[in-house]
């Protein structure tokens, strides 16, 4: 046997750091000291007599010989993965942890998630909120629900994503507010507060375009939220107008507890995708739920 094969363990400790280039980050997922980390890493180089590594500012960049090698242990180690769950995978009876975001998780998710607990009372659903693309194996999550602008998205080589529907934003308020503005025209909505949120891709200017609307920079009422929950639990108040997605807020159109005042969509289109590790042992139990899910996204579209 190759007697550079004794340093596996460094080899783990070295894939880990080239993935999150980071010793820090590697040291938090293997549960071991970033110094561990540094020492298993110089062992290594100096077995094989390569630098793998150059600091660069905060991050740890792969040389040439440390990008060759670490295509090289991803693949062992995939190959390893796929061995272990060829003879361990789970049965469908058990848990999954499931993250996306808050807006997505409350007003699409939650209310539909009984419908998937009375199909199969065998399996737990943990739902964790989040808005950043989480490392799934490190926060020990199942499956992601993420949305992008691109029919594409880009995750690690080790992860799968299976797309299920796109959506549009509108722009939604209360009854109340609506007659009580006389929201007859788009022009009329500057006559209101706005709510805006953080950082979101879909944003007022570019509906105010699609809506043919003048002037709009001169509008000064505006409230900013972080999040389209946040946005919605205040338009479901009577405070302003929000700009988000038609499937947050379609239940409450039903009810009769908002109106969309004017039938004009942002012209920026949202994908949705599921996001898991096509090894997974629990993959069984995956496949039941994006199943399902896939199912009740196509129902509500369909509407």
Request: aromatic share 10%; hydrophobic share 40%; charged share 25%.
């Amino acid at each position: 046997m190759d007697a550079r094969l004794k340093h596996l363990n460094a080899l783990r400790t070295f894939e880990s750091a080239a993935r999150h280039q980071s010793y820090s980050k590697a040291a938090e997922e293997l549960f071991v000291s970033q110094a561990a980390v540094s020492q298993q890493i110089r062992q290594l180089e100096n077995a094989i007599e390569v630098k793998l590594f150059i600091r660069t500012g905060r991050k740890m960049k792969l040389t040439q010989s440390g990008e060759k090698l670490y295509c090289s242990t991803q693949q062992a180690l995939s190959t390893l993965i796929q061995g272990f769950n060829d003879i361990q995978c789970e049965a469908i009876e058990g848990n999954i942890t499931i993250t996306s975001t808050q807006g997505f998780s409350s007003f699409w998710l939650m209310p539909r998630l009984y419908k998937f607990s009375i199909l199969h009372p065998e399996i737990s659903i943990k739902i964790v909120s989040s808005s950043d693309i989480e490392d799934l194996q490190q926060n020990h999550i199942d499956l992601a629900i993420r949305f992008s602008e691109n029919e594409n998205i880009k995750i690690p080589d080790n992860l799968t994503y299976v797309p299920f529907g796109q959506d549009n934003a509108y722009p939604v308020c209360s009854p109340k507010l609506a007659k009580q503005m006389q929201l007859k025209e788009p022009k009329d909505i500057l006559n209101c507060w706005l709510i805006k949120i953080t950082k979101a891709s879909i944003d007022w200017p570019d509906w105010f375009v699609e809506a043919k609307i003048k002037d709009f920079q001169k509008h000064k009422m505006w409230s900013e939220v972080s999040s389209s929950d946040l946005a919605l639990n205040a338009v479901l108040a009577g405070h302003g107008v929000a700009l988000t997605s038609k499937a947050l807020f379609s239940q409450y159109l039903e009810n009769g507890l908002l109106v969309t005042p004017f039938d004009i969509k942002h012209p920026t289109v949202c994908y949705r995708f599921l996001i898991f590790d096509p090894n997974s042992a629990k993959r069984a139990r995956i496949k039941v739920f994006t199943d399902w899910i896939k199912q009740e996204m196509a129902d509500y579209e369909q509407g």
